[in-house]
Nanobody
Framework: QVQLVESGGGLVQAGGSLRLSCAASGLIYAMGWFRQAPGKDREFVAAISWNGRSTYYEDSVKGRFTISRDNAKRTMYLQMNSLKPEDTAVYYC???????????????????WGQGTQVTVSS
């Protein structure tokens, strides 16, 4: 059974940076980050193919966030710079159990989810 464990969330002032990590056990392929603010639906943030060669970002985080992965460590990262109060949310990592990069911006294609880590950006 694949397990995903996020870490690295916290409280930061606007303009600051945080680095999220997602450690995985088991065989996984493409991975992604999603976030969910109170009263809102879970939304796509970024995704990365199994070999790290392809990355995808939601428009509002382009140029500020960078997704990466280290398959030797079975870990995915999200470097978040120039954080804004509207980035405040619970951040979830997700992974697919099969090959493919279609629909990585959608919730349904992911087979495994972490428990989430809170990111709070103060103004």
């Amino acid at each position: 059974q694949v397990q995903l464990v996020e870490s690295g969330g916290g409280l930061v002032q606007a303009g600051g940076s945080l680095r999220l990590s997602c450690a995985a056990s088991g065989l996984i392929y493409a991975m992604g980050w999603f976030r969910q603010a109170p009263g809102k639906d879970r939304e796509f943030v970024a995704a990365i193919s199994w070999n790290g060669r392809s990355t995808y970002y939601e428009d509002s985080v382009k140029g500020r966030f960078t997704i990466s992965r280290d398959n030797a460590k079975r870990t995915m990262y999200l470097q978040m710079n120039s954080l804004k109060p509207e980035d405040t949310a619970v951040y979830y990592c997700a992974a697919r159990g099969s090959l493919g990069t279609i629909g990585l911006h959608l919730v349904d294609p992911y087979d495994y989810w972490g428990q989430g880590t809170q990111v709070t950006v103060s103004s």
